[in-house]
Nanobody, 124 residues
């Protein structure tokens, strides 16, 4: 059974940094596409960053050059390093896994498994 558990969220001031973690179990995450998504109140869930089984990455334009996705394969853990945070980054952040080696894009429906989310709040 695939399980994804996020951690690392919190409250920070604008300009600050946070690192989110996603511990995967029930499968070998390094072989598959994984991603980070976020959802703010009243808005649709949107893709933030993805990493394919071959290490290729992709980012939403709104976070490019500020966020970095990575994975620790021996630990079966996915990370999202967030820097220069802005109030508009405030959202619930979700880790997701796609049961395929490659990522198609920052598309919610491409992903098969989801974590419960971790809240990120950025104050101005």
């Amino acid at each position: 059974q695939v399980q994804l558990v996020e951690s690392g969220g919190g409250s920070v001031q604008a300009g600050g940094s946070l690192r989110l973690s996603c511990a995967a179990s029930g499968y070998t995450s390094s072989s598959n596409c994984m991603g980070w998504f976020r959802q703010a109140p009243g808005k649709e869930r949107e893709g933030v960053a993805i990493i394919a089984g071959n290490g290729g990455t992709g980012y939403a334009d709104s976070v490019k050059d500020r966020f970095s996705i990575s994975r620790d394969n021996p630990k079966n853990t996915l990370y999202l390093q967030m820097t220069s945070l802005k109030p508009e980054d405030t959202a619930m952040y979700y880790c997701a896994a796609r049961m395929w080696y490659l990522c198609g894009g920052l598309t919610v429906t491409d992903f098969n498994y989801w974590g419960q989310g971790t809240q990120v709040t950025v104050s101005s």
